[in-house]
Nanobody, 121 residues
Framework: QVQLVESGGGLVQAGGSVRLSCAAS????????MGWYRQAPGKQRDLVAT???????HYADSVKGRFTISRDNAKNTVYLQMNSLKPEDTAVYYC???????????????WGQGTQVTVSS
């Protein structure tokens, strides 16, 4: 059974930084796209950042310039460095791994259990 285990969440003051990690039990290699999503209370789960197997990144407008996604394929781990945090960044952050075919169709998708990040004002 594939597992994604997030860590690094917690309570931080506005303006502070947090680094999230997501360790995968599968070999993500260069074939799994990885991403971070977040869900605030009463809201839908939204994309935060993604990184392809080749290292191309994409960010939600709300986090551009503040968050950085990276991956270490040798460690099967993806990271999210979050700087200049704001209270509105408060949410449960989820890690995602997915593999697509040549047509962009998702063949496999996995989610972590989530880690809480709370930003106090």
């Amino acid at each position: 059974q594939v597992q994604l285990v997030e860590s690094g969440g917690g309570l931080v003051q506005a303006g502070g930084s947090v680094r999230l990690s997501c360790a995968a039990s599968l070999n993500i290699g260069s074939i799994y796209d990885m991403g971070w999503y977040r869900q605030a209370p009463g809201k839908q789960r939204d994309l935060v950042a993604t990184i392809t197997g080749e290292g191309s990144t994409h960010y939600a407008d709300s986090v551009k310039g503040r968050f950085t996604i990276s991956r270490d394929n040798a460690k099967n781990t993806v990271y999210l460095q979050m700087n200049s945090l704001k209270p509105e960044d408060t949410a449960v952050y989820y890690c995602n791994a997915n593999r697509q075919n040549g047509l962009g169709e998702v063949l496999y998708a996995y989610w972590g259990q989530g880690t809480q990040v709370t930003v106090s004002s």
